[in-house]
């Protein structure tokens, strides 16, 4: 072995092994990588999320009623705003449950999820409530006449 052709196969065998094992390291760092990350986006990432959309749908739901109470807003839009909004909260929560049931909380956390779980059993009632009033608030059809005369003409009807 001592001849440089052996020293040189010698160490490109090493070489090699290293080559290997380093490979086999970074493959498994790369699974547990994604692993955890995948986990953390599932867990907290995708709940985060459906919160989000309940805050913002319900924001949306508030500033259209009090723009269809200033008459600022169209009432259709605005009820179809409130049935697609109805639809989506329940579902946004089963998520946000579903992917946090694993989840450690603190406590003030859990009391705020449990009063949560509570305040949207009172949900469809206000659903309820709200249909009179956007109901009064949708205006009769415009006259063929006024949709069909110009900004500067007087419509004669």
Not at 39 to 44: A, G, L, M, P
Not at 121 to 127: E, K, R, S, T, Y
Request: charged share 20%; aromatic share 6%; hydrophobic share 45%.
């Amino acid at each position: 072995m001592n001849s440089i052709r052996a020293k040189m196969l010698l160490g490109g065998v090493f070489a090699g092994l290293i080559s290997l094992i380093l490979a086999a390291v970074n493959m498994y760092s790369v699974n547990q990588g994604t692993d955890a990350l995948a986990n953390v986006y599932e867990r907290q990432v995708e709940p985060a999320a459906a919160l989000q959309d309940m805050d913002r749908n319900l924001k949306e739901v508030r500033f259209r009623m009090a723009g269809m109470l200033l008459d600022q807003m169209p009432a259709p839009g605005s009820k179809i705003h409130v049935k697609e909004v109805r639809a989506s909260i329940p579902a946004q929560w089963a998520l946000f449950k579903e992917k946090t049931r694993q989840n450690a909380f603190a406590q003030d956390a859990s009391e705020q999820i449990d009063k949560i779980d509570k305040q949207l059993g009172l949900l469809p009632a206000f659903w309820t409530s709200s249909k009179p009033p956007m109901a009064a608030r949708i205006k009769q059809p415009l006259p063929p006449c006024w949709k069909t005369s110009g900004p500067l003409s007087s419509p004669v009807c």
